[in-house]
């Protein structure tokens, strides 16, 4: 099956400041990558995805940009503020027979500082 | 539209009980999963459902049991609970099976 990995485990920085995540994954059928935000408490929740005809996607201060041939898709946030702060997750799907099944990686503990 | 809906939110088991962990979505989506998120690990699927009447294992199924009778509920069934599944449980449902919509959900101690 898929396998996703994702870096860093933990990302600190100061408000304002830029923030990247990557991911990488092994199944060269994925094509839907979508990105998760957990806050403390409560569920993930979608805040961006991205699909294998695209090349990058924006969404006011997130964006994510996906390289087919390397297999690794980012996600980049910019002006980052406190609120920002909580455990991102990438995840990457193939869909066909296994459509429905989403491999998450372990996630991305983000901190940002006032 | 109160999206996902798991109940309960908090349980404490003894080891060999059983219980059902309970999921409802009222956005008539046709896929339903169940995840478990251990610290460290992400997000491990345990099964899920493609629609009414169809279920399949995920990547951790063992001592898990889940039924989809109806497209609104997806209930998840410790046989006998162990202490290897003290974690927080998550259920989740999409209309296309890719943007899901998680719950809040359920964190499980088998003591």
């Known amino acids: 099956g898929e396998n996703v990995e994702q870096h860093p485990s933990t990302l600190s920085v100061q408000e304002g400041d830029s923030a990247v995540i990557k991911c990488t994954y092994s199944?060269?059928?994925?094509?839907?990558f979508p990105w998760y935000k957990q806050e403390l408490g409560k569920g993930p929740q979608l805040i961006i995805d991205i699909r294998s005809n695209v090349g990058e996607k924006k969404d006011q201060r997130i964006a994510v940009t996906l390289n087919k041939t390397a297999k690794h898709f980012s996600l980049h946030i910019t002006e980052t503020q406190p609120e920002d702060s909580a455990v991102y997750f990438c995840a990457a799907t193939s869909g066909g027979s296994t459509l429905g099944r989403l491999y998450f990686g372990r996630g991305t503990q983000l901190t940002v500082w006032p | 539209n109160a999206g996902v809906t798991q109940t309960p939110k908090f349980q404490v088991l003894k080891t060999g009980q059983s219980m059902t962990l309970q999921c409802a979505q009222d956005?008539?989506?046709?896929?339903m999963s169940w995840y478990r998120q251990d610290p460290g690990m992400g997000l491990r699927l345990i099964h899920y459902?493609?629609?009414?009447?169809?279920?399949d294992q995920g990547e951790v199924p063992n001592g898990y049991n889940v039924s989809r009778s109806t497209t609104e509920d997806f209930p998840l069934r410790l046989l006998s609970a162990a202490p290897s599944q003290t974690s927080v449980y998550f259920c989740?449902?999409?209309?296309?099976?890719?943007?899901?919509?998680f719950g809040s959900g359920t964190r499980l101690t088998v003591v």
């Open positions: 989740a449902s999409s209309s296309q099976g890719d943007g899901y919509t």
């Open positions: 199944d060269s059928a994925s094509n839907y």
């Open positions: 459902s493609v629609g009414a009447g169809i279920t």
């Open positions: 956005m008539n989506h046709e896929y």
